[in-house]
């Protein structure tokens, strides 16, 4: 009985069982052995041809056998050991150099000494106040947000609304945006508190708003990010002078690595 060594699955085809029924089987041999072939990695037939054939036939293969467990040691020795150091050159990039940062951003109510208090008469309209945001990068990621809506609350009512254009902040860098508040003024007088605050001088306000989108590092790395951000701005009525505080967090987590999808 002839047999066909069929590399690397190793099928055996009894010859005389195509001769019997006739059959030629050639073609779509080589057809599948190119297949195969072009699927198979190097290092995958190497250890095929290394440890998985004398492993298999020990007898038949005595010196390659020994040779073959003593070089996959070695390979697998190797690869532990640059996998443990790039592990921990990761781990140590990552709690140190690249440890995300908050970002620092800045909302400026603009443009006080030019408003029209005549405006503040008719409750049904709605008041437009310019503002400029500076939002810094600390990071050695670049971020990129789509369009955004913030908050604007007068103690505890929600009396406008900002919104924010999608942009894309550089790494170790920060940008501008320009947006204008639209207060709804029937909300904010009606609050019982809105007295008392324009008899004490001053309009306290605090923003909110929560930007998502994505951390591009290194080119490899892709991470989900939202930044949050709370502002407390208090307007001066006589000086028409603005202060303003805010604290941002940023809360990121990973999507995929460069080749592969998360």
Sequence with gaps: MQTFWFDPFFVLINTNWIKKKKINFRISLNQINLYIYKIVTHSLYWIELNFLI?????????????????????CLAMSLLFLIIVTIATVTLFLTVFKPKDPNIMVQPVGLENFDLSLLTNLTSNVSLPMVITMGNPNYGSFEYPKATGFVNFHDTLVGEVPI???????RDQITVETSAVFMLQKLVSDDRFLADVLSGSLNFTSAAALSGKVHMLTIFKLKATVYCTCDFSINITSRSVGSKCISKIKLWLVAVKGFSA
């Design 54 to 74: 004398p492993q298999w036939y020990p007898s038949s293969h005595p010196k390659s056998y020994t040779m073959a467990n003593k070089g996959l040691k070695i």
């Design 165 to 171: 254009e999608g942009e894309f902040v550089p790494a």
